[in-house]
């Protein structure tokens, strides 16, 4: 039996004795008998197995709305969480072992999501009394420059990385580690421990950590919502259910909806960052697929005819006329909508593919641009990284080709 077992087995006894009470308004499914969530043992302010979190709080609703006594399956949130959770079926009892994934990301992926209970953005997090007041980033260069050069502490990969390094912060940064091999310590060491104990000045972290770091330090903090980063960076999150329990999905948007200002109360306890000055992000949505002026195309519809004519063309053809191995695309893309066309490129066919490998890729070209290739089938491209992200543009060179818009050959771009 592994620790985290051991121990979601103790805590289990404790919470089955103390959370049974009378059934609320909604019922529970058929054969369900508890609301067993899958969630971290050591993840304040989400959860933890003495029922701290905000996480462990809204989870006791649902119970409360159900009637169900909630019970706790633990493992750590990291990579394999789900694998390892809701996804597992327990050999002993053929079940899975458990059913609800808290605050995971709002949008449909590894899992099918609620409605979403929080959101938020990063934050930087200074302690304060020190004779200097941080704002934005550019702050921070400013007093480095005119007061002391001020410690950063960074997770890999925070979104603030770009910003700090466009204000020459780049030799200040200390780059620390998500997720070290001890399970009980998570990211918010950075606050409690780095920027506590003076080994950096400055400390940049997801809001929610940040927020409950600097609440709980004995050192005064200051925390600091990175408004600079623009509504693009706000991210909302839900609880999550296996994509095949639509009624339990839909039965927990109910209890969502009902109990959303409990559900309110709750999270602003926690002190997230305040989200009411985060610049607007400049709008991404596009009215038409395509500009062309004098002959002139867009940026989007540039980078799709340079993508199509460097990858698609060897079956569908230069301009996308179409050969004998695949159609015309001038043609078939007449009343497409790119709703459409983003799914059948991306999912619809079957001949899979993974060209992340430069020479997996130059060999898969080779191949299915010999004579013998018309076996091959249109690929599933959702494995293809560039292709997902560029899907939106090849839609724009196609649909500009298909609506005549386009002539064949090297577009020019608008801009340059
Ligand atoms: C290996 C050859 C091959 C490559 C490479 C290829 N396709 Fe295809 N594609 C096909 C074949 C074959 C079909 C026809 C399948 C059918 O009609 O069932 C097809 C169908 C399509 C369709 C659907 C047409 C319709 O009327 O439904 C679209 C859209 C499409 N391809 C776009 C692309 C794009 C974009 C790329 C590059 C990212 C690409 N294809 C690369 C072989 C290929």
Redesign the pocket.
């Known amino acids: 039996m592994t620790l985290i077992r051991v121990l979601s087995n103790i805590t289990l006894g404790l919470i089955l004795s103390a959370s049974f009470v009378s059934a609320g308004e909604f019922k529970p499914l058929r054969g369900q008998t508890a609301v067993r969530v899958c969630a971290d043992a050591y993840n304040l302010p989400y959860s933890n197995n003495k029922l701290e979190g905000f996480d462990n709080k809204i989870a006791a609703i649902i119970g409360e709305e159900l009637g169900l006594p909630v019970e706790y399956y633990w493992f750590p949130q990291r990579i394999g969480f789900g694998r390892n959770t809701i996804k597992k079926v327990d050999n002993e009892t053929g079940k899975f072992l458990c059913d609800l994934a808290m605050s995971i990301p709002a949008e449909r992926g590894m899992y099918s999501p609620t409605t979403a209970y929080f959101s938020s953005i990063d934050a930087m997090v200074y302690r304060t009394g020190e004779g200097y007041e941080l704002k934005t980033i550019s702050d921070v260069a400013k007093v480095s420059k005119e007061n002391k050069k001020l410690k950063i502490g960074l997770f890999d990969r925070a979104t603030a990385t770009t910003i700090l390094l466009e204000n020459g912060l780049e030799d200040q940064i200390e780059y620390f580690q998500m997720m070290t091999g001890d399970i009980r310590v998570n990211s918010g060491r950075i606050i409690s421990e780095a920027l506590a104990s003076g080994q950096i000045d400055v400390a940049f972290a997801w809001g929610p950590i940040a927020a409950y770091y600097a609440d709980h330090s004995d050192v005064e903090m200051k925390v600091v919502p990175l408004n600079e980063l623009g509504t693009d960076l706000i991210f909302s999150f839900g609880m999550g259910v296996r994509h095949q329990d639509k009624a339990w999905q839909e039965l927990l948007n109910k209890i969502l909806e009902k109990r959303k200002d409990d559900i309110a109360a709750i999270v602003a306890t926690y002190n997230f960052p305040s989200l009411a000055n985060v610049k607007q992000s400049p709008k991404k949505k596009r009215k038409t697929a395509y500009t062309i002026e004098n002959g002139k195309v867009d940026d989007s519809t540039y980078t799709g005819w340079h993508?199509?004519n460097t990858?698609?063309f060897?079956?569908?053809g230069d301009d996308a006329l179409g050969t004998d191995?695949?159609?015309n695309?001038v043609t078939?893309?007449e009343g497409?909508s790119s709703r459409a066309?983003r799914k059948?490129?991306l999912h619809r066919?079957f001949?899979k593919v993974n060209l992340d490998d430069p020479d997996r890729r130059m060999a898969f070209l080779a191949q299915?641009a010999e004579k013998d290739?018309v076996k091959?089938?249109?690929?599933i491209?959702s494995d293809e990284p560039n292709?997902r992200a560029h899907i939106g543009d090849?839609y724009s060179y196609?649909k500009a080709r298909s609506d005549g818009a386009l002539a064949e050959g090297q577009p020019k771009r608008l801009s340059k």
């Open positions: 993508l199509f990858t698609c060897v079956c569908h191995r695949a159609p695309l078939r893309l497409m066309f059948k490129v066919y001949a299915i290739a091959f089938k249109m690929p491209w292709i090849l196609l």
